[in-house]
């Protein structure tokens, strides 16, 4: 599987995510220290899990893609579930090895995403995933995710409004694009429903197929 670091990026921004670009220097290992806090707080940081967990069958192969320091994969394996990991950022890599051991973690992009394992029942990218991306690959991304998701599974997709980075009209167009059908659309992990008002979206896409 082909991985890459900030480095390895084109050195001029174009082809970089906008968790590189738009954050400042040691945001990687603050964003690192913030959950590990959070989670020695006793705050609740598994709602993502939850309806993951809601949605898969027992033992499901599920791949948390853009999966950071890895609370969310390692809240569903906790769960009895096969995990995989993927994200751009080394360090959370790294981190979320450290810290969630069970899981399989990956540094690699998700537009060129390859990866040598068999097919998902559910793909999740959590955490505003969709609107770090490089500017421009977001179709690319979900052509890979999809991918990687067997017929009948789902992709799950967690981000807040930002309509001047990534619109839900846009994702709903490149999700038709490539061949994913809108199931759901939440306005939280907790299943508010979504309006036109609500700043956060869940959607919930199948891969056509039994």
Not at 99 to 105: I, L, Q
Not at 156 to 185: C, I, K, M, T, W
Request: with cysteine; hydrophobic share 40%; aromatic share 8%.
């Amino acid at each position: 599987m082909p991985s890459v670091s900030d480095a390895d990026l084109d050195p001029s921004g174009r082809d970089r995510p906008r968790w590189f670009t738009a954050t400042g220097e040691g945001h990687s290992q603050w964003y690192v220290d913030r959950f590990r806090a959070l989670a020695a707080e006793g705050a609740d940081l598994e709602g993502e899990a939850r309806l993951v967990d809601a949605m898969a069958g027992r033992g499901s192969r599920v791949l948390d893609a853009g999966c950071g320091a890895g609370r969310l994969a390692g809240a569903l394996h906790s769960r009895g579930h096969d995990v995989v990991g993927v994200d751009v950022d080394p360090v959370l890599v790294e981190a979320a090895r450290t810290d969630h051991p069970g899981p399989r973690f990956h540094v690699a992009d998700l537009s060129t995403l390859s990866l040598d394992e068999d097919p998902f029942d559910v793909v999740v990218s959590a955490g505003n995933v969709m609107v770090f991306l490089a500017p421009g690959t977001e179709r690319a991304v979900l052509e890979r995710l999809r991918d990687h998701t067997r017929p009948g599974g789902r992709l799950v997709l967690g981000f807040r409004r930002q309509p001047d980075v990534y619109s839900y009209d846009q994702l709903d167009r490149d999700a038709a694009g490539v061949g994913l059908v809108l199931e759901h659309r939440f306005g939280t992990w907790h299943l508010d429903p979504f309006t036109q008002e609500s700043d956060f979206a869940v959607s919930v896409l199948r891969v056509p197929g039994s």
